[in-house]
């Protein structure tokens, strides 16, 4: 399994590693429920540094095609070949050179979609859920004054907030479709960008705000409030310094 592994030749970017592990899978290499190498392997075989690796993983644990497993490793999950495809519009999502004008697109995708799940969801929410929902926002506001120094629990946080309101929109599709959109914005611009403390405070309330109005079962002001989060989250980023694709 290890001997297809080829070293890296360009920069030692993860986005290099990212490719060659994707065809690794698609290849058979790598097969679904299997173990991969450890990092440190990796690191050795692709010829990069470990954070290179790390950057690697992780995109493709956001793309639910890898699975860390504590005290075990790392897997390939069964549904990963399902994750990864080669359509044209998923090719457009994944590259890593997005320009601002593709992150504009992709946002503006993004915002349309999924102010109308968060309507669905306020339509089709049980007390269940909404006490989930609710929970995550609690998990959230424990990240207070931590927000910048624990950037991946915070984005993964975000995730599961977004991802609980579409699973409760119960639309299997666009779950996918978004998990795609969102895995770019947030692993090529979110990852980025630090906000001030207070600003930080703002998007917080905006999450408790949204999960009040879907568990309230409020349709419009729950797509009203989506929509302006979303706009809100877009332009903090535009005005973010040293965001990829601004030259």
């Known amino acids: 399994m290890e001997s297809v592994i080829k070293p890296i030749n360009r920069s030692a970017i993860y986005e290099d590693v990212l490719d060659q592990m994707i065809a690794l899978i698609k290849g058979g290499s790598w097969l ?8 440190t392997s990796l690191a050795q075989q692709f010829a990069v540094s470990r954070n290179s690796v790390r950057e690697a993983l992780k995109a493709l644990a956001l793309f639910g095609v890898l699975e860390s497993r504590p005290g075990m ?7 990963a070949l399902a994750r990864i495809n080669n359509t044209e519009l998923i ?23 999924e102010a109308q799940i ?10 269940e ?10 998990e959230q506001y424990k990240l207070r004054g931590k927000e910048n120094s624990l950037v991946e629990k915070n984005i993964e946080l975000q995730f599961e907030f977004h991802e609980k309101i579409a699973e409760i929109a119960g639309n299997t599709v666009l779950i996918k479709l978004l998990n795609a959109i969102r895995t770019e ?17 703002h998007m917080l309330n905006e999450h408790r705000k949204i999960a009040e109005l879907i568990s309230s079962g409020k349709v419009v002001e729950a797509k009203d409030g989506m929509e302006k989060h979303l706009i809100y989250g877009m332009n903090q980023v535009l005005e973010a310094k040293d965001c990829p694709g601004d030259e």
């Open 129 to 138: 859920k909404a006490q989930e929902l609710m929970e995550i926002v609690k």
């Open 91 to 113: 090719e457009m999502i994944s590259n890593p050179t997005a320009s601002k004008e593709r992150f504009l697109e992709l946002m503006q995708v993004r915002i349309l979609l």
């Open 73 to 79: 490793g790392t897997y390939i999950q069964p549904n």
């Open 185 to 201: 914005i947030f692993t090529q611009r979110y990852s980025y960008l630090v906000l001030s403390s207070d600003r930080w405070e």
């Open 32 to 39: 679904p429920g299997e173990k991969i190498p450890s990092e």
């Open 118 to 127: 968060a309507a669905w969801a306020a339509e089709r929410i049980t007390p």
